[in-house]
T-cell receptor
Framework: ELKVEQNPLFLSMQEGKNYTIYCNYS?????LYWYRQDPGKSLESLFV?????AVKQEGRLMASLDTKARLSTLHITAAVHDLSATYFC???????????????FGEGTQLTVNP | GAVVSQHPSRVICKSGTSVKIECRSL??????MFWYRQFPKQSLMLMAT?????????EQGVEKDKFLINHASLTLSTLTVTSAHPEDSSFYIC???????????FGQGTRLTVV
């Protein structure tokens, strides 16, 4: 059974600071997603990481994927209050020789950025 | 971009009644649709996977007679919560997949409250 673990689960940080959220998963995969969820809302897609060593950046967020270590990181640079939300990683495992379609989500990281 | 529309966004129903939630892919044909459930402060849990024209595949522990899924066309899947009880109150989210191995797109979610 695929397990996806995020840490930390709760993160309170000051504006202007940097921090990293980690996502570990337990089986072979070449597709990992990062999503943002605001309270009462659905998921907003942030990044799709498709290969080992993939790095993507959008604004103050940067995501990377190390398939050998089965680890993805979401790095926050110079945090601002608007980044306060819950962040989920989700993994699609290989099914046989090919990539499947089912997403397994991490527990989520609730980020609060304080002024 | 791909748009998935979920309706209604909020519904309140009396205990013992049934509620239907619709998930539509507006600008693409979805080979597969997924239904998730999310309790407050928790992650998304996959309930079932549905393919057009065939029976849904339910995850372990999900009652198929209680959560009826119909995927009658390539653009519409419905989830009916039958004989709803207060413990069924949750946030239900669908996602739709255009092709296997590609990114799924999420609907806006439905907040179900059973009173």
């Amino acid at each position: 059974e695929l397990k996806v673990e995020q840490n930390p689960l709760f993160l309170s940080m000051q504006e202007g600071k940097n921090y990293t959220i980690y996502c570990n998963y337990s089986t072979t995969s070449d597709r990992l997603y990062w999503y943002r969820q605001d309270p009462g809302k659905s998921l907003e897609s942030l990044f799709v990481l498709l290969s080992n060593g993939a790095v993507k950046q959008e604004g103050r967020l940067m995501a990377s994927l190390d398939t050998k270590a089965r680890l993805s990181t979401l790095h926050i640079t110079a945090a601002v209050h608007d980044l306060s939300a819950t962040y989920f990683c989700a993994v699609v495992p290989f099914v046989g020789e090919t990539s499947g379609s089912r997403l397994t989500f991490g527990e989520g990281t609730q980020l609060t950025v304080n002024p | 971009g791909a748009v998935v529309s979920q309706h209604p966004s909020r519904v309140i129903c009396k205990s013992g009644t049934s509620v239907k939630i619709e998930c539509r892919s507006l600008d693409f044909q979805a080979t597969t649709m997924f239904w998730y459930r999310q309790f407050p402060k928790q992650s998304l849990m996959l309930m079932a996977t549905s393919n057009e024209g065939s029976k849904a595949t339910y995850e372990q522990g999900v009652e198929k007679d209680k959560f009826l899924i119909n995927h009658a066309s390539l653009t519409l899947s419905t989830l009916t919560v039958t004989s709803a009880h207060p413990e069924d109150s949750s946030f239900y989210i669908c996602s739709a997949l255009r092709d296997p191995g590609t990114e799924a797109f999420f609907g806006q979610g439905t907040r179900l409250t059973v009173v």
